[in-house]
């Protein structure tokens, strides 16, 4: 099954601006939407960008979603050091055996 | 509000079955499909499968295949997951989580997750 590749690690310090990066393919981020999550650890995983770059009601403006072509970015300005998790890019996947969804491997952010 | 409550941690022998339960609230359920995710130690999110609960149609990961079976009890407002044969590496967290229909992806409500770990 086709797979999302994102950077296994991303750091900065607080107020700063950091970028996470997710490669895809024309069968899925080509055509399809992208959503973000962020995860703390022993936590369920939350919405924070749907549709490539729409901000669910309660997500800080300092998360911003972009794509273009066959990748899409997460953008976090204004770094915190609540915003320590972990990141998953999301969309489907349009393969012959018909939609899945798939992931990204997700990426570790440290606050500094 | 939405709430998407699941069932306890379990422990499971190889070969056996496991049934996770997700009791769902606050919302329609016919508007929405839940979906089951799944997160072994360390490894990335996997997604397994979904219900649609418009019309109780499901869709389910090639990977999955023949082993997961998706249900849902309208009067009990639960979904449920059913995994056979288990292995080792099903050891993980299970997540129901709810998707608008239509918008495959947007995971918008998650479950707390459940702990299955298979041990012999």
New interface residues.
């Given amino acids: 099954q086709s797979v999302l590749t994102q950077p296994p690690s991303a750091s900065g310090t607080p107020g700063q601006r950091v970028t996470i990066s997710c490669s895809g393919s024309s069968s899925n981020i080509g055509s399809n939407y992208v959503y973000w999550y962020q995860q703390v650890p022993g936590a369920a995983p939350k919405v924070l960008v749907y549709r490539n770059n729409q901000r669910p009601s309660g997500v800080p403006d300092r998360f911003s979603g972009s794509k273009s072509g066959t990748s899409a970015s997460l953008a976090i300005s204004g770094l915190r050091s609540e915003d320590e998790a972990d990141y998953y890019c999301a969309t489907w996947d349009d393969s012959v055996s018909g939609p899945h969804v798939i992931f990204g491997g997700g990426t570790k952010l440290t606050v500094l | 509000q939405v709430q998407l409550v699941q069932s306890g941690a379990e422990v499971k022998k190889p070969g056996a079955s496991v049934k996770v339960s997700c009791k769902a609230s606050g919302y329609t359920f016919s508007r929405y499909g839940m ?1 089951w ?1 799944r997160q072994a130690p360390g490894q ?4 397994m499968g979904w219900i649609n609960g418009g019309n109780g149609i499901t ?1 389910y ?3 999955f295949q023949g082993r997961v079976t998706l249900t849902w009890d309208t009067s009990a407002s639960t979904a449920y997951m059913d995994l056979s044969s288990l292995r080792s590496e099903d050891t993980a967290v299970y ?1 129901c ?1 709810r998707v608008p229909l239509g ?6 409500f ?4 459940t702990l299955v770990t298979v041990s012999s």
């Fill in positions: 979906h995710v990335r999110l996997e997604w869709k990961s090639q990977k997540y989580a918008q495959l992806g947007h995971f918008d998650w479950g707390q997750g």
